[in-house]
Nanobody, 124 residues
Framework: QVHVVESGGGSVQAGGSLRLSCVVS????????RAWFRQAPGKAREGVAG???????LTADSVRGRFRISADRSKNTIYLQMDNLKPDDTARYYC??????????????????WGQGTQVTVSS
């Protein structure tokens, strides 16, 4: 069974930074994909950034240049470094994980394993 646990959310002022962490355990194979999604109140959930076991990444246009996804294999952890945060980045951020790799790292339907989410609030 795959477990996904996020941490690192909080409240910051615009222009500030946060780093989210996601620990994934329970993978049985050597290939897998993990990604960050977010959902703001009243809006649909959207993909933010994804990374696969080969290290390939995909970042959404809306955050490219400000957000960076990375992975630490030894800790089974992925990170989302968020810089120059804007009020529009306010959302609940979710980590998702799945065995196997996909060219569409930000396709929500690919992922069956989701964390509970961590709240990020950016004030102006």
């Amino acid at each position: 069974q795959v477990h996904v646990v996020e941490s690192g959310g909080g409240s910051v002022q615009a222009g500030g930074s946060l780093r989210l962490s996601c620990v994934v355990s329970g993978f049985t194979g050597s290939t897998y994909s993990r990604a960050w999604f977010r959902q703001a109140p009243g809006k649909a959930r959207e993909g933010v950034a994804g990374i696969d076991s080969d290290g390939s990444t995909l970042t959404a246009d809306s955050v490219r240049g400000r957000f960076r996804i990375s992975a630490d294999r030894s800790k089974n952890t992925i990170y989302l470094q968020m810089d120059n945060l804007k009020p529009d980045d306010t959302a609940r951020y979710y980590c998702a994980a799945e065995e196997g790799v996909t060219f569409m790292l930000l396709r929500q339907s690919f992922y069956q394993n989701w964390g509970q989410g961590t709240q990020v609030t950016v004030s102006s």
